[in-house]
């Protein structure tokens, strides 16, 4: 039961223009969500977050959208820069209904960021 | 922030053996996690640690799977009896008690079960 779903195992897209990587969640408890980075032979790094209160939250280049309705989110980063090249995870958690302490990842989108 | 350190990187082993790993997560972080990937996965959570007591387990931690942290600083997780089913990479996390605080992970280490 896959409960945070990003649908796009891989992502291409020209420097300098936008990506956007999107994820989508089944269950309804889920009220703070967060996006990852990951590179090879390391682990994931936070990148930003936002709760369910609100539906956009920004930090310089990266922008996360919240839908509740649609129970949907998405990454934008812009403007893309080959050191973006990453694979993204998206994951939840039950915060303010005291799960917060287990997060759900996403399978990841890898994004490409060519030249 | 010297970040969350875990040891060994790599670890191959033969079905059967037991096998420990051990994190040290940010010093002043006071929950720390374990989680397990496996190609082509998200991580996948095993359990927490709030100090020195553990306050929830995954029902992926089956009864081969014992995790510590006895002073509440580092942790150790050990598998018992491995399978190759095992294999992954565990991943280990550690955050503020503010309950909105990021995680923040090592580099994880890899287990190959032959």
């Known amino acids: 039961d896959q409960q945070v779903k990003q649908n796009s195992p891989s992502l291409s897209v020209q420097e300098g223009r936008i990506s956007i990587l999107n994820c989508d969640y089944t269950?309804?408890?889920?009220?703070?969500f967060l996006w990852y980075k990951k590179y090879p032979a390391e682990g994931p790094t936070f990148l930003i977050s936002?709760?369910?209160?609100?539906d956009k939250n920004e930090d310089g280049r990266f922008t996360v959208f919240l839908n509740k309705s649609a129970k949907h989110l998405s990454l934008h980063i812009v403007p893309s820069q080959p050191g973006d090249s990453a694979v993204y995870f998206c994951?939840?958690?039950?915060?303010?209904?005291?799960?917060?302490?287990?997060?759900?990842f996403g399978t990841g989108t890898q994004l490409k960021v060519e030249l | 922030d010297t970040g969350v350190s875990q040891d060994p990187r790599h670890k191959i082993t033969k079905r059967g053996q037991n096998v420990t790993f051990r994190c040290d997560p940010i010093?002043?972080?006071?929950?720390l996690y374990w989680y397990r990937q496996t190609l082509g996965q998200g991580p996948e959570f095993l359990t927490y640690?709030?100090?020195?007591?553990?306050?929830?387990k995954s029902r992926l931690l089956s009864d081969r799977f014992s995790a510590e942290r006895p002073k509440g600083s580092f942790s150790t997780l050990e598998i018992q009896r491995t399978e190759q089913g095992d294999s992954a990479m565990y991943l280990c996390?550690?955050?503020?008690?503010?309950?909105?605080?990021?995680?923040?992970f090592g580099n994880g280490t890899r287990l190959t079960v032959t």
């Open positions: 996390a550690s955050r503020l008690g503010q309950e909105d605080s990021p995680l923040h």
């Open positions: 269950n309804s408890m889920f009220d703070y």
């Open positions: 936002i709760s369910s209160i609100k």
């Open positions: 994951a939840a958690s039950a915060l303010f209904t005291g799960g917060g302490n287990k997060l759900t």
């Open positions: 010093s002043e972080h006071n929950r």
């Open positions: 640690f709030q100090n020195e007591a553990q306050l929830e």
